[in-house]
């Protein structure tokens, strides 16, 4: 076989091994296995009347001048002449079969990221409420600029106060439950942040300064332009609502939306913590979230 049609078989079934075609038998003696080990020397099967083959023998050699026999044609040679060049063949079928984590990740606007970083960078020292002088941190968010989902909470908790990060603690493990259920990873599917940014010695939630930080949050969902805002509490969902009357039994009902994007609001992380009957229901608003970000 010639070093082209050998190259190209050699990586046509490659390819098969790649993505997973098992009805190729690659066995380490035979013609396969030698390809695919890099062998030089091909054991040839003839392919007799009755269509068996047998292996080890060899295809008579053509004398000089003439043209090799057809009937000593072989088995691998047919099928090098029937193949596509590997660049050729489906490569979304090779895509399709490759696990997400080892898939590209999707382009990033760099735009969107670098707007948010200044935002960050605006706000990190701001001193506009009395919570300022008793936080540790500001915990502004984290997550993606590309999210198509915006995770907003009540305010932060002490853990999150220290790392300066939002949803640690129990309350961050519940929510990897969560969105682990959803198939929306943490990291690159949504941005997480609280309405309060910043948590004050002896409460956590405190409606004036969170109509302070109100203006943050409403930059960072212009700068994100989520498909979905998914309210966890009470406390934040009545504010960006503007009507908390009934609770939040009442806000989890309707169409809601927030500069734009559909907003669903549900019980606090805390609160499903300490009262798991209420993740039942929880779980319905993630279906609704699902739906709207998924189209």
């Keep these: 076989m010639s070093d082209n049609a050998y190259s190209l078989l050699a990586g046509w079934l490659r390819y098969q091994r790649d993505i997973g075609v098992d009805s190729l038998v690659f ?4 013609a396969v296995g030698e390809i695919l080990a890099g062998g030089r020397r091909l054991r040839s099967y003839k392919v007799p009347a009755d269509g068996g083959g047998v292996a080890g023998s060899h295809p008579p050699k053509a004398k000089a001048g003439e043209k090799p026999p057809v009937g000593g044609t072989t088995a691998l040679s047919k099928l090098a002449a029937k193949m596509k060049p590997v660049d050729e063949l489906d490569a979304g079928m090779l895509e399709r079969r490759r696990p997400a984590a080892l898939r590209p990740p999707a382009p990033i606007n760099s735009g969107r990221r670098e707007r948010l970083a200044g935002l960050y960078r605006e706000v990190m ?29 009540d305010a932060p908790s002490a853990d999150d106060d220290g790392a300066g990060l939002p949803f640690q603690g129990e309350a961050g493990v519940l ?4 969105l682990g259920k959803m198939k929306v990873d943490r990291k690159s599917g ?24 109100r203006s943050i949050l409403d930059r960072q ?27 939040i039994e009442r806000m989890r009902l309707g169409n809601h939306s927030y500069m734009g994007a559909p907003l669903v609001a549900t019980y606090g992380l805390p609160l499903m913590v300490n009262d798991t009957s209420l993740r039942r229901g929880a779980w319905r608003d993630m279906e609704r979230v699902l739906s709207i970000i998924n189209g």
């Design 27 to 30: 066995g380490h003696l035979s």
């Design 190 to 213: 949504i941005f997480a942040a609280y309405l309060q940014k910043c948590k004050s010695a002896d409460t956590e939630f405190v409606r004036g300064c969170a109509e302070v930080c």
């Design 221 to 247: 969902i212009a700068i994100i332009e989520p498909r979905a805002i998914l309210v966890f509490g009470e406390s934040a969902a009545g504010v960006l609502l503007g009507d908390d009357r009934g609770g």
């Design 125 to 153: 020292g701001c001193e506009k409420c009395p919570m300022s002088s008793s936080r540790a941190k500001v915990v502004f968010g984290a997550g993606s600029a590309d999210g198509r989902l915006f995770v907003l909470g």
């Design 175 to 178: 929510l990897d439950s969560i």
